[in-house]
């Protein structure tokens, strides 16, 4: 269909994904955007604002599909260019973005720099116990 849908809240997330040509996020401000992670892991085009954990999402995707949330022509012509995409164009886009929030949003990924942290974290106490050690609690 050649039309746009707002369908409110939804469980079917993924299939809505997997039928949609692409994603758009016109957010203000936002976290770290699962919504925007899992539109790229389902290799989806993404259109989306400049927004500080939006930002970080997008780091490693094509220039140009992020747009200042106040810019109402910038998102007019982004929403044309988004819904003119060829096919082999949208599959590009996609997979450029799976390989971005794969490499940067993994469970391996996450997993990987959170037992790097408990280590770091290990090695402090310890180095702090062995200057300062605290024979009170003895």
């Known amino acids: 269909r050649d039309d746009v849908q707002l369908l409110g809240f939804r469980s079917d997330v993924r299939e809505l994904l ?3 040509d692409g994603y758009v996020m016109s ?3 936002e976290g ?3 919504s925007l992670a899992e539109a790229m892991a389902r290799a989806r085009p993404v259109l989306t604002s400049w927004a500080d954990g939006i930002d970080e999402a997008m780091v490693g995707y094509e220039q140009g599909w992020q747009l200042d949330t106040r810019d109402v022509n910038g998102w007019a012509k982004g929403l044309r260019r988004l819904t003119q995409l060829t096919r082999d164009e949208r599959v590009r886009l996609g ?3 799976r390989g971005v929030v794969n490499g940067r949003m993994s469970v391996d990924k996450w997993r990987t720099q959170l037992e790097g942290l408990y280590v770091e974290l290990a090695h402090s106490a310890q180095a702090r116990r062995a200057k300062w050690p605290l024979r009170w609690l003895r």
């Open 18 to 20: 997997d039928d949609a």
């Open 27 to 29: 957010s203000f401000s």
């Open 95 to 97: 997979t450029l973005a």
């Open 32 to 34: 770290t955007s699962i």
